[in-house]
Nanobody, 118 residues
Framework: VQLQASGGGLVQPGGSLRLSCAAS????????MGWYRQAPGKQRELVAG???????NYADSVKGRFTISRDNSENTVYLQMNSLKPEDTALYYC?????????????WGQGTLVTVSS
């Protein structure tokens, strides 16, 4: 499985960006796709996740501002980010967790940089 993330960039505070992550390869019927971020000097943290059935979860810091969605026909997960703040600046990574009879298989994409600055 390979994950290709895109959509990062420089945006002013209050602006919006949409990240995309396309997965290629074998996607199990039971899976979770998610976005994580890592700011300089900080640990990687979960931003949002979405399971194969569409259930979602969000970090408290992004609730009401970010929306995660997925297109199963395209094996793509999106992160719509609105009302961006400087503290959202980070390298954003997508992740796929495949759940099979042999266990969980974990895949990460390359990061895409989001910079929120005036």
């Amino acid at each position: 499985v390979q994950l290709q993330a895109s959509g990062g960039g420089l945006v002013q505070p209050g602006g919006s960006l949409r990240l995309s992550c396309a997965a290629s390869g074998t996607i199990f019927s039971i899976n979770v796709m998610g976005w994580y971020r890592q700011a300089p000097g900080k640990q990687r943290e979960l931003v949002a996740g979405i399971s194969h059935d569409g259930s979602t979860n969000y970090a408290d810091s992004v609730k009401g501002r970010f929306t995660i969605s997925r297109d199963n026909s395209e094996n793509t997960v999106y992160l719509q980010m609105n009302s961006l703040k400087p503290e959202d600046t980070a390298l954003y990574y997508c992740r796929l967790e495949n759940y099979g009879v042999d266990g969980r298989f974990d895949y990460w994409g390359q990061g895409t940089l989001v910079t929120v600055s005036s």
